[in-house]
């Protein structure tokens, strides 16, 4: 794409979007993803709304079509069949009316509603107010769950059941607590992303057995959430997660003003104290990052990855966090071609090609950028921002990109990195 002009990669984005478009949702790319996927389409949504109010709105009209009764949005919802993917709807075995999976994703929904609203409202899109509420009304109702759910005993902290919760499968984050989760299964796993991907950049044979254990654990449990949260070998309390719902309630808690009851806007605001509360009791000093708590061995999760800085989208840090966290981003930035890595160089867990354990995500540095940003980190945000617009201006619209390189990596024509491009180029 080194030849086009800023106009010709614009249009590229967008032709991105409509060839993923299965009628109102997109695809994150054809055959290897071939469904809706939850926070893929939210951050897809956040794209739309800059050119087209209207088809954002549908995006997330048609997310929560797969939205549960108890609030839970899954992370994919199956609204066709297809056999280029593994687990299918058949593994996964939930009785919702269009077939999802049973576990869910980071819920960056309500802070792309907030702006799908904001540019509708500017675009004097009819319906606006209609639509923005009852999405808002699915997104309180997501933050419920979620509190219900995954918050039991009130720590502050959503826990994440299933490594694929998380977003970042393979993360070393996880290796210890999915090392304790055995590898045999009742279902038989037959993988297709190798036959999509070189297996060299996909997560191994041995995270699926595991990934698989969990999924048959849990479909044992009837999707039942109590007895998920009891009978869970896979538990943690983690930041990323907590950090992504502390700030989509914050984005609801402004919609609110407007769409929300008095009794709405005080729980809201009761949620994100107990989120902010939870998220900074796990900051580090030592460690110039904060942590992810392990439910089960109790003990801090210290693999250092972006999770680690994902607090920043939602906390205000002090001078001396402020300070530690951007010297500490500064340093995984340093000898690589695109930061931020998902997991950083020095550590020995990284691998710059394999999936999570080191490539550069854009909707990662996305949100670090934004979460800078909020923290008065304004020239860092602008490099990562930079350098992630320049490892897609060369490489393409690629799922993730070696950060020692700037290859670009995994699927191609990939719609939230076509979404990160026209947000982060403006
Ligand atoms: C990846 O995850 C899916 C499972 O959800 C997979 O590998 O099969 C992750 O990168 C996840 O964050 C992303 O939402 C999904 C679709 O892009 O792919």
């Given at each position: 794409m080194n030849d086009m002009t800023r106009f010709d990669r614009d249009e590229a984005a967008r032709a991105i979007l409509a060839r993923n478009d299965r009628g109102g949702y997109t695809v994150p790319?054809?055959?290897?993803y071939p469904f809706q996927w939850n926070w893929d389409s939210a951050f897809v949504a956040i794209g739309f709304a800059l050119f087209d109010a209207d088809r954002a709105y549908r995006e997330l009209e048609r997310l929560v079509e797969?939205?549960?009764?108890?609030?839970m949005i899954p992370?994919?919802?199956?609204h066709a069949p297809s056999d280029?993917?593994?687990?299918?709807p058949e593994v996964w075995g939930t009785r919702h009316r269009i077939p999802t999976s049973g576990i869910t994703q980071p819920p960056v929904f309500g802070m792309a509603l907030r702006q799908v609203h904001e540019a509708a409202v500017k675009a004097g899109l009819p319906q606006a107010q209609e639509r923005t509420s009852a999405l808002f009304q699915a997104a309180l109702r997501s933050h419920r769950w979620w509190l219900r759910a995954r918050d039991p005993d009130s720590l502050g902290l959503v826990a994440i059941l299933h490594p694929w919760e998380s977003g970042?499968?393979?993360?070393?984050?996880?290796d210890v607590a999915l090392a304790?989760?055995?590898?045999?299964?009742?279902t038989t796993i037959r993988r297709k992303d190798t036959g999509h991907v070189d297996a060299a950049m996909r997560p191994r044979d041995e995270d699926y057995q595991r990934f698989i254990h969990l999924v048959d654990t849990y479909r044992d449990c009837g999707w039942d959430p109590q007895r998920q949260w009891a009978a869970a070998p896979f538990k943690i309390a983690d930041v990323q997660m907590t950090a992504i719902l502390a700030r989509a309630t914050a984005d609801l808690m402004h919609l609110a003003e407007t769409f929300g009851s008095a009794e709405e806007r005080t729980e809201l605001s009761d949620i994100h104290r107990r989120l902010l509360d939870g998220l900074a009791r796990r900051w580090r000093p030592e460690l110039s990052r904060f942590v992810s708590l392990d439910?089960?061995?109790?003990?801090?999760?210290d693999a250092p990855t972006q999770a680690c800085f994902m607090p920043l989208v939602a906390l205000r840090l002090d001078d001396v966090q402020r300070k530690a966290v951007t010297a500490e981003i500064e340093r995984w930035h340093q000898?690589?071609?695109?930061?931020?890595?998902?997991?950083?160089?020095?550590?020995?867990?990284?691998?710059?090609?394999?999936y999570w354990r080191g490539p550069v995500w854009a909707v990662v540095n996305w949100l670090i950028a934004d979460g800078l940003r909020l923290n008065g980190a304004e020239d860092l945000a602008r490099r990562i921002e930079q350098g992630t617009v320049g490892a897609i201006e060369r490489a393409?619209?690629?799922?993730?990109?070696?950060?020692?390189?700037g290859e670009g990596l995994g699927g191609d024509a990939f719609s939230w990195t076509a979404a990160a491009y026209m947000v982060l180029r403006r």
């Open positions: 790319t054809d055959r290897l797969g939205q549960w009764d108890d609030g992370h994919i919802v199956f280029t993917y593994f687990p299918g970042s499968d393979n993360s070393p984050a996880w304790r989760v055995p590898t045999t299964t009742t439910l089960i061995s109790g003990e801090d999760v000898g690589l071609i695109v930061g931020l890595p998902t997991t950083p160089s020095f550590s020995p867990a990284f691998e710059p090609k394999r393409g619209f690629c799922e993730y990109f070696d950060p020692t390189t």
